[in-house]
T-cell receptor
Framework: AQSVTQPDIHITVSEGASLELRCNYS??????LFWYVQSPGQGLQLLLK??????LVQGIKGFEAEFKRSQSSFNLRKPSVHWSDAAEYFC?????????FGKGTHLIIQP | NAGVTQTPKFQVLKTGQSMTLQCAQD?????MSWYRQDPGMGLRLIHY???????DQGEVPNGYNVSRSTTEDFPLRLLSAAPSQTSVYFC?????????????FGPGTRLTVL
């Protein structure tokens, strides 16, 4: 069965610092991978997705993620975070009936 | 385009009451789904539909019913609410009848069952 692990429940980063959020997946075939962001009280917004091809994918708001098949990872990165990036981040793997989500990483931005 | 809309935003029920959470999308998407979000659990799939007249169960379907009479609407019914159904519910839709495409999420309904 598919599963997604986000090892970090909370991460605190200073404004302007770089960010990496970790995601590991378990999936038998080539995975369809997604990162979503949820601002407080809001729905989820897609940041980026990986289906095939270039393993480094660019998303919105300056985010990127790298697919590493050998490590079963799809980590999200941003070179310089802004206070507005404070939110909950979810990694997900697609399957025929829906998405399997990780439990999320809560990002806190320190001034 | 309004995208995916959900009503109500908030609801409080007593144990045993019934209610319907509404979801509508104006993007002509074939695929629609319902998720529940609980603290520390991420989102879990309740039911989904790949087109009008076609529905199926997800990971956590017990206590919920769905129907899909039109492409636009996908209501979620709680027949006899239980405290374990206290959660935030999200509706989502995707094009081309597949969840492998980007899913667009509604703003959510926060449900409390007393």
């Amino acid at each position: 069965a598919q599963s997604v692990t986000q090892p970090d429940i909370h991460i605190t980063v200073s404004e302007g610092a770089s960010l990496e959020l970790r995601c590991n997946y378990s999936y038998g075939a080539t995975p369809y991978l997604f990162w979503y962001v949820q601002s407080p009280g809001q729905g989820l917004q897609l940041l980026l997705k990986y289906f095939s091809g270039d393993t480094l994918v660019q998303g919105i708001k300056g985010f990127e993620a790298e697919f590493k098949r050998s490590q079963s990872s799809f980590n999200l990165r941003k070179p310089s975070v802004h206070w507005s990036d404070a939110a909950e981040y979810f990694c997900a793997v697609g399957r025929a009936d829906g998405l399997t989500f990780g439990k999320g990483t809560h990002l806190i931005i320190q001034p | 385009n309004a995208g995916v809309t959900q009503t109500p935003k908030f609801q409080v029920l007593k144990t045993g009451q019934s209610m319907t959470l509404q979801c509508a999308q104006d993007m002509n998407h074939e695929y629609m789904s319902w998720y529940r979000q609980d603290p520390g659990m991420g989102l879990r799939l309740i039911h989904y539909s790949v087109g009008a007249g076609i529905t199926d169960q997800g990971e956590v379907p017990n206590g919920y019913n769905v129907s899909r009479s039109t492409t636009e609407d996908f209501p979620l019914r709680l027949l006899s609410a239980a405290p374990s159904q206290t959660s935030v519910y999200f509706c989502a839709s995707s094009s081309e009848g597949s969840s492998y495409n980007e899913q667009f999420f509604g703003p959510g309904t926060r449900l409390t069952v007393l």
